[in-house]
């Protein structure tokens, strides 16, 4: 017989091994999946995960993806950290995207240096803006920050989806809702000339790395850490909840917002009604799967950007409809869970006829 | 040997019960016979609940076997072990508060039991007269003090008619009333015929009201005793071995200057069923310690909880420090102002579980370690390496994590951590609760070497022989009111247990009826 018995002490081994784990599990579970509908399982795998790897333009795009989904999730780590259950980075990276794209559209006819590091802060202000609401809204009415966040994210859509519709709409564009083309000054250099990697990819690099240092060397990081293990003894060495709350949910939603200003004046160039395919709900997978530390983040980033990449291709090359990236996804939160279940139990196997 | 016209009641034969390193129980042998009151001693870690579990059916042993009645059994699980007769009260009870007392017994019974008992309510009135227990099957668990609950827990394993009842730690709740009271129960089931196998840290009980006693130390029966023909010392010697120094009494001290007052400070419960506090004032003195006596769930934890500041509701002039209103400060900052704090709890309040000993020094000693906010790590390490030193804590190293030390140990750690701080004043809870002698030794030391260094200490403590030894003025707290502050050498047990009781709430004029 088989039963669940808990582990006398969470399994070490096995928190670093769950997120390989599921990973494993996913790619059966999508083999399956694609045999099911008809597919060449390998070729289908293939595609998914190799395939966005296999040229530098491939390579170049899955960082171009990559980047907000690495900004969201260092920001969400910390939060997830210190026990802040923000799932509004959608909303903080919309909310960027649109801050940041009224700031580009004032200096349409610029060609000042200032335009490009005024429009960043802007997307960034407005990334903070959008997570001090629901902070507030918590710490003075201890509301839930899980639904405000939520809540939040369809308030930045719509908003974003109403400026393109009307007020940052462009003039000259034929209707459609989309605003003008932003300035050169306003756009992010690229890295390459081949490819359309921009400066986004390293803020994102970057914020792993701050994210990393805060954590691990600095007295703030280590509330946090205190916050998050257990909050009775937080409360008791006296650390400020409220410091600590208002700490990491700005500097996710400056993050965010920074991943979404970083859009539109990038890759995009200007503000569309779709800046994100859903970035801020997958960062929260990536800040699961790289186990809420910074670093593990990046490695996490990468996997979930050659997923994206790899649907895309998959769309196009074999006919695999692009949903068929949001399954993996929410598959592969599943496995992890499921599989994080056994760091603190696992299987224990008995013979209970002869007892 | 055993007389042989009488059959022991529970027979153990080397008992061997190996966990991941550590050998629990090594080869115990113990008998007990029907009537037997049998003290169980040793430190912390000795091996006692590990066996306890055994007998009760909660840990199988490895090796040994179990003798009930002069038959061979194997005790698979508590319910086999209560159908045999046996009973267990726990250190904490397993009670539900919504539910009446009589629900709660009725909840471990089967339906055969039940059926068999009948009218169970009667039955809970009729064994209540009986053993002198005084329990009202009607009344809500919430409504009762931790000593009526202890006695609901007795209650539960004597419907099932036991023959065998083990009690751990049971008077370590209770005013000394309470014990004597416990005590004429014990001595009842005795003569009835009822084994018990009693596990306490306080020697004088043992010598008190055991038959026999046995001590273990490593996992090992290092000795078997008459309890009344030795004495607390020197079975304490038996216990921990020949190097302990005893606890021996103290000088007490005149405080000199007022450090820190609580003035006037009333509080309603937070908690559904927490304690409101009521109209308590006290000072504490530079170089003195003050004994707070009461049993457990008076409103200790919320006085601690209000001076730390954890509870964060503003009360800005009732607490101050040095003349200074401190109460609306947030915690943090009392803490810089120089208090510190040893929580009851170690583990998931003291101490953070998952986390090093280094950075649980960081937790709450963060001053010099920290340079333009960044951690100074390297210097916390060589710190705690000398607090580990200081203080004897037993571990790996400061990379141990909190949880894997143990209570003991552990607590030496958190007083070495606050005392290391140089504290103005330090409200110091349950210091050596459940701690073996030799730590409540060191930690003893400990507190009385920071109060000559004239710091102001508040002691609040369930353990009224430790009040006694290291308080220099002593009150008691109940039901969220506190007793008249007086020295210790002018009181007696008999009057702190009084007032743990209550008995000063009606005699005191001042009380203006805020019972609610």
Request: with cysteine.
């Amino acid at each position: 017989m088989i039963r669940i018995q808990a582990r006398t002490e969470p399994s070490s081994m096995m928190k670093i091994a769950s997120p390989l784990l599921a990973i494993v599990l996913t790619l059966i579970f999508g083999g399956i999946l694609f045999s099911a509908i008809g597919k060449s399982p390998t070729q289908a795998l293939h595609v998914l995960l190799i395939a966005p790897l296999a040229d530098s333009y491939n390579i170049g795009e899955m960082f171009v993806k990559m980047g907000p989904l690495l900004l969201c999730a260092v920001g969400l780590s910390l939060c997830y950290r210190a026990n802040m259950w923000n799932i509004g980075a959608e909303g903080q990276l919309l909310a960027g995207a649109l801050g940041g794209s009224a700031m580009a559209l004032y200096f349409v006819d610029s060609e000042s240096a200032f335009a490009l590091p005024i429009t960043l802060l802007a997307g960034i202000a407005s990334g903070m803006i959008w997570a001090a609401i629901p902070t507030f809204l918590k710490l003075k009415f201890n509301s839930n920050l899980i639904l405000t966040t939520i809540m939040f994210n369809y308030i930045a859509l719509y908003l974003l989806i109403w400026a393109v519709h009307g007020p940052l709409r462009d003039p000259q564009g034929f209707g459609f809702p989309e605003s003008a083309m932003f300035s050169d000054a306003t756009l992010l250099p690229t890295l390459f000339d081949s490819s359309r990697i921009h400066l986004g990819i390293v803020f994102a690099i970057l914020s792993g790395v701050i994210g990393w240092f805060i954590l691990s060397k600095t007295h703030l990081g280590f509330q946090i850490q205190v916050f998050g293990a257990d909050e009775p003894a937080a409360r008791y060495a006296g650390f400020s909840s409220k410091k600590l709350s208002w700490l990491v949910m700005l500097f996710a939603g400056a993050l965010a917002g920074l991943a979404g200003v970083s859009e539109t004046t990038g890759p995009i160039g200007q503000l569309v009604p779709n800046v994100s395919p859903g970035y801020g709900y997958s960062a929260i997978i990536v800040a699961y799967l790289g186990r809420l530390h910074p670093i593990g983040a990046i490695l996490a980033a990468i996997f979930m950007a050659v997923l994206y990449m790899g649907g895309d291709l998959a769309q196009i090359e074999m006919g695999i409809p692009v949903a068929v990236v949001s399954m993996f996804q929410g598959v592969l939160l599943f496995f992890l869970l499921a599989c994080d279940f056994f760091i603190n139990n696992r299987l224990a196997f008995s013979n209970h006829a002869t007892n | 040997m055993k007389r042989s016209n009488l059959v022991s009641r529970l027979e153990l034969v080397s008992i061997t019960k190996q966990y991941p390193g550590c050998l629990a129980n090594d080869d115990i042998s113990i008998s007990l016979m029907p009537g037997e009151i049998h003290a169980l001693l040793g430190e912390n870690g000795a091996g006692k609940s590990t066996l306890v579990k055994t007998i009760y059916g909660v840990v199988s042993p490895d090796k040994g076997d179990i003798i009930w009645d002069g038959r061979e059994v194997s005790i698979k699980s508590p319910s086999i072990a209560r159908d045999l007769g046996i009973g267990m009260v726990f250190q904490h009870f397993s009670l539900f508060e919504t539910l009446t007392v009589s629900q709660n017994i009725e909840l471990c019974l089967s339906k055969t039991q039940l059926n068999a008992i009948g009218n169970l309510a009667e039955r809970i009135v009729q064994l209540s007269k009986e053993y002198g227990l005084n329990v009202n099957p009607d009344r809500y668990v919430h409504s009762l003090s931790i000593g009526e609950r202890q006695r609901v827990e007795i209650m539960r394993c004597l419907v099932q008619s036991v023959k065998l009842l083990i009690l751990d730690e049971p008077t370590s709740v209770l005013t000394p009333q309470e014990v004597a009271g416990l005590f004429d129960v014990l001595r009842t089931l005795s003569k009835e015929g009822c084994s018990i196998l009693f596990i306490s840290h306080k020697l004088h009980e043992v010598t008190e009201i055991c038959h026999k006693a046995t001590i273990l130390r490593g996992g090992r029966v290092v000795e078997t005793c008459v309890p009344q023909e030795e004495t607390p010392a020197s079975i304490a010697k038996m216990m921990v071995g020949d190097l302990a120094e005893q606890d021996a009494g103290y000088a007490k001290k005149i405080g000199t200057k007022s450090l820190f007052n609580v003035n006037c400070l009333s509080l309603p419960a937070k908690q559904p069923f927490g304690t409101s506090l009521k109209d308590i004032s006290f000072e504490l003195k530079s170089g003195e310690i003050l004994g707070v006596a009461g049993v457990a769930g008076n409103g200790q934890d919320e006085l601690m909880a209000i001076i730390s500041g954890e509870d964060e509701r503003d009360v800005k002039n009732s607490l101050t420090l040095e003349d200074k209103a401190i109460g609306h400060l947030h915690a943090g900052d009392r803490r810089k102002l120089g208090m510190a704090y040893v929580p009851e709890e170690r583990l998931g309040r003291g101490a953070v579980p998952d986390m090093s000993l280094t950075e649980n020094t960081l937790l709450t000693h963060s001053d010099g370690f920290i340079k333009k906010g960044l951690v100074d790590w390297p210097s916390i390490q060589k710190y705690t390496e000398t607090l580990i030193a200081k203080y004897k804590v037993k571990c790996h190293g400061e990379f141990s994590e909190a949880k894997s030390l143990s209570g003991g140990n552990l607590q030496k750690f958190i007083m070495g951590r606050e005392i290391g701080q140089n504290p103005k004043v330090l409200i110091c809870a349950h210091p050596t609760w459940g701690v073996d002698v030799g730590a409540a030794l060191a930690i003893h030391q400990a507190l009385l070497a920071l109060r000559d260094q004239g710091a102001a200490i508040l002691l609040i403590s369930e353990d009224i022989d430790e009040l006694f030894l290291l308080a220099d003025r002593m009150a008691a707290v109940c039901d969220g009111h506190l007793s008249p502050v007086v020295k210790t050498e002018s009181t007696n047990i008999d009057q702190i247990g009084q007032w743990m009781a209550g008995t000063f709430i009606n005699s005191n004029n001042d009380f203006k009826g805020a019972k609610s």
